[in-house]
């Protein structure tokens, strides 16, 4: 049973860039969250996805954005990125949202150049 | 607003020690309070977790105190092997909201 696999898995952008990072949930999960954890940092809220409605938002700005698809899986999006948003970006699933049994993937480190 | 405080932000022990972090959190809502564990390159795993009726858990080798009163919880490691070194993150949430965390410590386990 696959975990929570997450693509690419190294990423180098410039400044002004767009980016699309993936997520493919643990299955029978239906939730996905995602999370951006900064060097030395814990893991930061970004938004989350239950039946392809984002249900939550953390304190992320706009070109932040996300999506998710029929069979669960999620994408986030940045735009117009900056310096900042070098970080690990990682994602978590769920089911129907449930805190306790989250899982996360190994996540998608972004270098912005 | 950072809503949960986490310390130290680094320790070494030696093996067999039992090393000890501590969170400290804000918001009284929260309802559930777990710790995780992330290896260099992995991303961070479920070890423990507790919810507020109780004072204390233990699961193996790892154990969460709870003091509600003073909203602190701490993670207790007993027998520590190097095999724990690795970076631990407390956080909380309050019905099935997001989870917040605390900023991280840094375990180093020493033969």
């Known amino acids: 049973d696959a975990g929570v696999t997450q693509s690419p898995t190294h990423l180098i952008k410039t400044r002004g860039q767009q980016v699309t990072l993936r997520c493919s949930p643990k299955s029978g999960h239906d939730t996905v969250s995602w999370y951006q954890q900064a060097l030395g940092q814990g893991p930061q809220f970004i938004f989350q996805?239950?039946?392809?409605?984002?249900?939550q938002r953390g304190n992320f700005p706009d070109r932040f954005s996300g999506h998710q698809f029929p069979n669960y899986s999620s994408e986030l999006n940045v735009n117009a990125l900056l310096l900042g948003d070098s970080a690990l970006y990682l994602c978590?699933?769920?089911?129907?949202?449930?805190?306790?049994?989250?899982?996360f993937g190994a996540g998608t480190r972004l270098s912005v150049l | 607003q950072q809503q949960v405080k986490q310390s130290p932000q680094s320790l070494i022990v030696q093996k067999g020690g039992i090393p000890i972090i501590n969170c400290a959190y804000e918001?009284?809502?929260?309802?559930?309070f777990p710790w995780y564990q992330q290896f260099p390159g992995k991303g961070p795993a479920l070890l423990i977790a507790?919810?507020?009726?109780?004072s204390e858990k233990k699961e193996g080798r790892f154990t969460i105190s709870f003091n509600k009163s003073a909203k602190q919880f701490s993670l207790h490691i007993m027998d520590s092997q190097p095999g724990d070194s690795a970076t631990y993150f407390c956080a909380a949430s309050f019905g099935n909201e997001k989870l917040t965390f605390g900023t991280g410590t840094r375990l180093t386990i020493i033969p």
């Open positions: 978590a699933s769920s089911l129907d949202g449930l805190v306790d049994i989250q899982y």
């Open positions: 918001n009284t809502a929260f309802d559930y």
């Open positions: 996805y239950y039946e392809e409605e984002e249900r």
């Open positions: 507790i919810r507020p009726d109780v």
